[in-house]
């Protein structure tokens, strides 16, 4: 039986932090490596209720609204004339349910036995949480004040959860936008954006734990983007390993295979491009986002083949993204199917 663990992203569809963090403990058990407390209620839309705070902030004002039913049904902010946007008056809420969530999770820990799982902690890049707040506009000139935000509550974390939690930085925008370039010219582009997410890296005390969640998007359970083929994400993954701090761990790097409604291709030429990563060391973990409700297990470990000849070695498995746009039923479905991927031999 191969060394594989399964990685949940972020959200699950529990009415509580407690009962969404049992049943991935329960199901997956010692295939967990880290665990998030499931991004119950508002965050389930995972920036959506940071965004709908812009409301009521005294230096923004609305531009047009929307209601979350597609990438295009978004509301758009701008600041206010005479104001300025400044990192201290965000609160984005990390810091403080995250140490909610804490004493929950340490509790199911020692009930279930699972003393090496850590406590991870998604965190929005800036560049996603202000490209989806002030548009393509507004989003690089307004990115400084999340990120200031960001690192502030990094650092809050970091106190009191030491080398207990895993930061799980996640950045949709920054793969689409590699995508969405030419070929040639995206290798320059994923150095370009990685770089300015080193210093949300930075923000936390040396020796810190961190993960990468490439993704595709997933609102209501839809992609902003399908892939023709791996190279955008080989690119941003060799992107972010060669910028990686030496004195912050880089755990893992989650890569989106299924995409929303959509499964991994099963198809070997998808997956080729996977081999510029041959060269990375042992270790970030490649965690293969590919578990997937819709496609059966004999196809999905066929994709798990093809990733692994890709990379040439064993990979960890999961979903491509939450799974709090799933039903409780779905969710279960794609958590026990993780479990029996990660057994194939």
Known sequence: MADRSVHLVGSYPAPTVEEAMAVAMRTAGARLRTLADGEVGERRDWVAHIIEKLREHPDVELVSDGGYTSYDDQPVFKV???HRLAGDSLELGHAARAEESYEAFSGLRAQHGLDGVAFQVGIPSDLDIALFSFGPAGAFRRRGAFRAALVREISEIAAWAGDDGVFQIECPAELVMIASAPPPLRPALARMLARPLMRLVTAAPPGSRFGVHLCVGDLQNRALRHLSDTGPIAAFAKALVRAWPRDRRLEFLHLPFASGDRPA???????LPL?????????????????HESQSLADQRVVLGLVEAAVGRVVDVGPSCGLGRRTPEVAQTVLSRAVAIADSR
Request: aromatic share 8%; no cysteine; net charge positive.
């Open 265 to 271: 291709p099963a198809d070997a030429r998808f997956y």
């Open 80 to 82: 206010r004339k005479g």
């Open 275 to 291: 081999r510029k990563l041959r060269g990375t060391p042992a270790g970030p973990r490649i965690v293969a986002g590919l578990v």
